[in-house]
């Protein structure tokens, strides 16, 4: 599985983004037999939990300081998981990464960046106060 992260920019504080993770290649049964999750990283950090959504998107997760704020949301028709970012604080700068594990059935969501199998490049983000 390939995947692409696209939407990244700059903004100003209290403006919005939508990230977009587009899947392509080889996939083992569809794309939408897979969990994705956002995760993001800003210079001199570790990785962070942003969100994540379960292989039909019944079900979605969030780090408690993006929850009201960033929705995460797919569209398997289209091979794409998106995040919508609203409400930008100059502390969400960062390299934002999505992520891809296959679970088929699997309603849990997990918030750790080691139990994803496939990543895709990062897209920046950057918030001006």
């Known amino acids: 599985v390939q995947l692409q992260a696209s939407g990244g920019g700059l903004v100003q504080a209290g403006g919005s983004l939508r990230l977009s993770c587009a899947a392509s290649?080889?996939?083992?049964?569809?794309?939408?037999?897979?969990?994705v999750g956002w995760f993001r990283q800003a210079p001199g950090k570790e990785r962070e939990f942003v969100a994540s959504i379960n292989w039909n998107g019944g079900r979605t997760d969030y780090a408690d300081s993006m929850k009201g704020r960033f929705t995460i949301s797919r569209d398997n028709a289209k091979n794409t998981v998106y995040l919508q970012m609203n409400n930008l604080k100059p502390e969400d700068t960062a390299d934002y990464y999505c992520?891809?594990?296959?679970?088929?059935?699997?309603?849990?969501?997990?918030?750790?960046?080691?139990?994803?199998?496939?990543w895709g490049q990062g897209t920046q983000v950057t918030v001006s106060s």
């Open positions: 992520a891809a594990k296959y679970a088929y059935g699997v309603t849990s969501l997990s918030q750790r960046y080691t139990t994803y199998d496939y």
């Open positions: 290649g080889r996939t083992f049964g569809s794309f939408g037999s897979y969990a």
